[in-house]
């Protein structure tokens, strides 16, 4: 089955009540017994939930796994991940990294005796001297949030199997449309579906995808004894987001390419970050790789001030200012007050997110129309 068709059909088959097409809404706690044990499958919804499960075959055949395991939110799947750790275990993640997953890290686990070390990976070798016995996992985000730098994931797999490290993708930027982590050798892919999964900014949820049975069974066993479960009513509205991902990302990136070729030719920008830019550093990657570049960007203004930015974000007005990203809408963002205001300064700024970086989730509405907002935003 190609990727368009699995969107729409994989995993997926009529509801076996009434042949429903659409898997209905399980919103159950709970399931009838015929006799003590004896069910149809369904003992409690945070065990199982059938609408749920529909959601997490479907997930799986987006990502060319075997097993999908969905949670309350991404960060939730994040915290599912770490939780196959022991105290004394190290984890290599890249230092540019979504806020919420560093504070998790840092925040949280750290207090747990699980030591996690910030490297950039733009190079995959640079990991290399960080790998010890205890070392069980690597993390990466590629295109990273904010700054869309690049990871190979290959080389990144390669290494990770020499050491017998697990390497986890956090594929929520590039979506399976355009990345499958798997099938370069990653072990876990997470999403947060929030963001393109969902694509209509009405939920909030999380997704891990898996090709190993060990594995999944340990993940599901802490999805029900942490509990961080997705609701029946959002695993359905995950599930149609998901019918429409091929066409959506589609879009995203035609659009974001414009508008990346408009800044990069902007006399009020100084930088772009899209890895469709021949300019990116590791564009060779990102094209071996996705099968297109996706639909965020960030950029520096021309003057290098908060001021600059500040002004810009709040003049534009399909560019909605919010936080998240991927869904049909346009957004803007400024990373280091809002999605990134939780990693401290020094450490923002080392790799690169400035006050004057504004990061746009490019939406799918007319181009011409994005281009013409951007242009009464500089025009001052
Ligand atoms: C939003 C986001 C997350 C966290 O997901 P939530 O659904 O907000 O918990 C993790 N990684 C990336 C790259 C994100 O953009």
Same mark, same amino acid.
């Given at each position: 089955m190609k990727f368009n068709t699995k969107t729409i059909h994989g995993g997926q088959s009529p509801d076996k009540a009434y042949g429903s097409v659409m898997p209905p809404i399980y919103q159950t706690s709970t399931y009838a017994q015929s006799s003590p044990g004896q069910h149809q499958g369904f003992?409690? =919804?945070r065990t199982h939930n059938p609408t749920r499960h529909a959601l997490e075959q479907s997930l799986a055949s987006i990502e060319n796994g075997t097993h999908g395991i969905t949670?309350? =939110? +991404?960060?939730a799947a994040i915290d599912a991940v770490i939780k196959l750790l022991n105290p004394g275990d190290e984890v290599i993640a890249t230092n540019d990294l979504y806020g919420g997953s560093y504070r998790l890290f840092t925040k949280i686990y750290e207090r747990f005796g699980v030591k996690f070390h910030f490297v950039s990976m733009k190079d995959a070798a640079s990991i290399e001297p960080l790998v010890n016995k205890n070392t069980k996992l690597i993390w990466i985000e590629t295109p990273? !949030?904010?700054?869309? !730098?690049?990871?190979?994931? $290959? $080389?990144?797999?390669a290494i990770a199997k020499s050491y017998k490290v697990l390497l986890a993708v956090d594929n929520t930027f590039a979506t399976p449309y355009l990345q499958q982590p798997l099938d370069l050798g990653a072990d876990i892919v997470m999403h947060s579906a929030t963001k393109y999964i969902g694509g209509h900014s009405d939920i909030?949820? +999380?997704a891990l995808v898996v090709k190993n049975e060990a594995l999944a069974e340990k993940l599901y066993f802490i999805q029900n004894a942490s509990g961080a479960i997705a609701g029946p009513q959002d695993c359905f509205l995950a599930l149609r987001g998901i019918k429409t991902l091929h066409v959506r990302v589609q879009r995203h990136c035609e659009n974001a390419f414009a508008v990346a070729d408009y800044l990069h030719n902007h006399p009020k920008v100084a930088q772009v970050f899209y890895p469709g830019l021949t300019s990116h550093p590791n564009h060779h990657i990102a094209k071996a790789q996705m099968s297109g570049f996706g639909g965020m960007m960030s950029f520096t203004t021309a003057e290098g001030t908060l001021e600059s930015a500040v002004k810009i974000v709040k003049k534009l007005k399909y560019f909605t200012l919010a936080e998240s990203l991927g869904g049909v809408e346009s957004l803007s963002g400024h990373p280091a007050s809002m999605t990134h205001a939780s990693i401290p300064k020094e450490e923002r700024e080392k790799v690169g997110v400035t006050d004057a970086l504004i990061r746009l989730s490019v939406g799918i509405e007319d181009v011409s129309d994005?281009?013409?907002d951007l242009d009464q935003a500089f025009r001052l």
């Open positions: 003992e409690y =919804s949670f309350g =939110s +991404g960060l990273t !949030n904010p700054m869309l !730098n690049i990871i190979d994931i $290959k $080389k990144m797999a909030v949820m +999380g994005l281009l013409a």
